[in-house]
């Protein structure tokens, strides 16, 4: 997308792009439904602030599934979000909150450990 938005393309390359674009959007449709249904299946675990990392981590997921395609484009100015059971995921961007049915409110970042992956970690507002 970038290359055909910002370099002078011979026609023949642009459509040719073009067309890949559209090959490569329908096999992310294609796939979207079953990595749903994979992410679906995954338990949410914990009590307490476990839980609610937990749920956070599903609904970015969720979110960045929703978002991935080459049509997805810039998104406007209401923050995506998700309801993960009672609970509503919004992705801020640099963190996402997750709020609960009783109206408490976390803030959620995810963490890199060098050689362990990624983790979610998440904070109360104070209310």
Avoid: W
Avoid at 32 to 59: F, M
């Amino acid at each position: 997308m970038i290359t055909m938005r910002e370099m002078s393309l011979p026609p023949d390359r642009l459509q040719e792009m073009k067309d890949e674009l559209v090959k490569m959007n329908a096999e992310v449709a294609t796939l979207k439904p079953i990595i749903r249904a994979q992410i679906a299946t995954l338990p949410v675990q914990g009590d307490g602030q476990q839980r609610v990392e937990s749920l956070a981590t599903l609904g970015l997921l969720t979110l960045a599934l929703d978002s991935f395609s080459a049509n997805s484009g810039a998104r406007g100015l209401e923050a995506p979000s998700t309801k993960i059971d009672q609970y509503v995921v919004t992705d801020l961007g640099s963190f996402a909150t997750v709020r609960a049915p009783d109206g408490q409110t976390h803030r959620c970042s995810v963490f890199g450990m060098a050689d362990e992956g990624a983790g979610m970690k998440c904070e109360p507002l104070v209310r």
